[in-house]
């Protein structure tokens, strides 16, 4: 097979979204729409718990509280968070419908709150066949302590980013489908705000539109079927990502892997007759010095098994039709290096991709194999793996990817890899795993946290856990055994990026929504993608 695959056409899967995001600065109550969507929190607070809640709606235009003053008098409605009602033609309002969206305790709120709660509006609105809303921003005119918590440019950027993940849903092979897409999300601001940061805020709405769209591209990535999305589509589909948004992407399959001596990641793939994919993609920022890199270059590395039956140590029947999600991973560094090549920051970033099927066959790897890495470095062997348990193949491609990454240049290193039971085990649907060799990196991981929303929480790496992967015939195996699975598994990562400053995410409990959400469909979730963007961005 060659080592440049061929760019097709975009095909079921592949559309990002058709919305049109835009703000207007305008009076709430002289704004004509199908439907006007209004932010509401609980202002009850600790010293009055026991009471009833307080919705207050986050608006200085008295026509919307008029509007639904009996409402919330009758204490139906409790603004809790994602918690909605919605009145047909109320009075006062040219809007031909008024949704309330809640927010829970005012005191708690951030722009995340308000990130749910356009993905809760847009979702409410599909069902129904409506096709344009519009969203209220809250209004700072409101002056408490807690709106210098929901400032007008984060919120307007979390607000379009959660309409378009509400935006998206799963069911792209259905015959039947009906596009009940929302075409037209429009954000109101008061209407004085325009006099003075009207270019700041068009800046935070053209920002959520790439965070958005990003996402939603990882989203449709990781819905892809297996048999629609083999290591080589994955491929044509990065080129041509690449090729739209302006940025060098080479994609290579088994003949660079053995040149490159990858023994790691071509034990994973020798069991398919799906060949593999090594896909690098290259972000230069404009007016950088060419050669040598006076600062940092960004190494994003993501594993992306298009399918994982778990190999020759073959997974259970239940659920392995998920195993087409074992890719996301490798999809979120593709919508990361797709928004950086929109947003462009003044940092180098270099994106590895390791995409192959995990098979059983005649030519798969056995337990008890023993496998040769990637080398580290010029003229040095490469670590020998003793293959414990072949459905632990995510960290056998991370390997030589992270090796490759930095032999490229890459001075700082992340991964994302849905790579361990074990972690869902420990955090279960609601937090991602992060492991971290150097504080500096991890603390700007951290504080991108605040901004992008999603839920990771660091776990440990130690000695104690090496230990627990030294083989008795090479150098390293692939399991350390049940317990603390996902710290092993970072642990034989921690082995080849040696010194440099890496953080490793472990997204297998929440790349894939279990059950829909107000704000977001069951099916991919596109996790990572924000954080990554905004670790990014800190260099």
């Known amino acids: 097979m060659p080592d440049r695959f061929l760019v097709r056409p975009a095909r079921h899967g592949e559309i990002i979204g058709n919305m049109k995001a835009q703000l207007k600065f305008a009076l709430l109550s002289e704004i004509q729409t199908e439907l006007l969507a209004v932010l509401a929190a609980d202002a009850q607070t600790a010293k009055d718990s026991g009471a009833k809640p307080q919705p207050v709606l986050l608006t200085a235009d008295p026509a919307v509280p008029a509007a639904v003053e009996a409402l919330l008098a009758s204490g139906e409605f409790k603004a809790g968070a994602n918690e909605t009602v919605l009145l047909h033609a109320p009075a006062g309002l040219a809007a031909k419908r008024l949704l309330l969206v809640g927010l829970g305790k005012l005191a708690k709120v951030t722009p995340n709150s308000v990130r749910s709660a356009a993905g809760t509006a847009v979702r409410f609105a599909k069902p129904r066949g409506i096709r344009e809303l519009v969203f209220a921003l809250p209004d700072p005119a409101l002056a408490s302590p807690e709106f210098t918590m929901l400032p007008p440019g984060p919120c307007?950027?979390?607000?379009?980013?959660?309409?378009?993940?509400?935006?998206?849903?799963?069911?792209?092979?259905?015959?039947?489908?009906?596009?009940?897409?929302?075409?037209?999300?429009?954000?109101?601001?008061?209407?004085?705000?325009?006099?003075?940061?009207?270019?700041?805020?068009?800046?935070?709405?053209?920002?959520g539109v790439i965070f958005g769209e990003s996402q939603n591209f990882t989203r449709s990535l990781v819905n892809e079927p297996g048999n629609k999305l083999t290591p080589a589509i994955l491929s044509r589909r990065a080129v041509q990502m690449a090729e739209e948004v302006g940025l060098d992407c080479r994609s290579f399959s088994t003949d660079k892997l053995h040149d490159l001596k990858m023994g790691a990641f071509w034990s994973v793939a020798q069991g398919s007759a799906e060949p593999p994919a090594l896909i690098v993609l290259r972000y230069e920022p404009k007016g950088m010095a060419q050669g040598p890199a006076p600062g940092p270059v960004l190494g994003l590395v993501g594993k992306a098994i298009t399918f994982d039956s778990g190999g020759i140590s073959i997974k259970p029947a239940d659920n392995m039709e998920k195993m087409k999600y074992d890719m996301a991973g490798g999809a979120a560094m593709l919508g990361v290096m797709r928004a950086i090549a929109l947003l462009k920051p003044k940092v180098r970033v270099i994106a590895v991709l390791c995409a192959a099927e995990n098979m059983p066959s005649g030519t798969a790897q056995k337990p008890g194999d023993v496998?040769?890495?990637?080398?580290?470095?010029?003229?040095?062997?490469?670590?020998?793996?003793?293959?414990?348990?072949?459905?632990?193949?995510?960290?056998?491609?991370?390997?030589?990817?992270?090796?490759?990454?930095?032999?490229?240049?890459?001075?700082?290193?992340?991964?994302?890899?849905?790579?361990?039971?074990a972690c869902v085990v420990a955090l279960g649907h609601v937090n991602a795993g992060v492991f971290s060799n150097d504080e500096e990196t991890y603390n700007k991981f951290s504080a991108a946290l605040a901004v992008s929303g999603e839920n990771f929480w660091r776990l440990p790496l130690g000695e104690e856990y090496a230990e627990l992967i030294k083989s008795d015939i090479g150098d390293i195996k692939n399991t350390g055994g049940r317990w603390g699975g996902a710290s092993t598994a970072a642990e034989f990562l921690r082995v080849f990026v040696e010194d440099t400053p890496w953080i490793h995410l472990d997204i297998a409990g929440v790349a894939w929504v279990e059950d829909s959400k107000p704000y977001i469909a069951k099916g991919p979730s596109g996790v990572a993608v924000r954080s990554i963007l905004e670790w990014v961005r800190s260099y």
């Open 156 to 207: 307007i950027r979390a607000a379009v980013e959660g309409a378009f993940v509400g935006d998206f849903d799963p069911d792209t092979y259905r015959s039947d489908r009906k596009d009940q897409s929302v075409n037209s999300f429009t954000l109101a601001a008061p209407a004085d705000a325009g006099k003075t940061d009207e270019a700041a805020l068009k800046s935070a709405l053209a920002e």
């Open 371 to 421: 496998q040769t890495a990637m080398p580290l470095a010029a003229g040095k062997p490469g670590k020998t793996i003793e293959v414990i348990n072949t459905d632990a193949e995510g960290r056998m491609v991370l390997a030589d990817g992270l090796t490759y990454a930095r032999q490229l240049g890459a001075t700082h290193l992340i991964d994302a890899a849905t790579l361990t039971g």
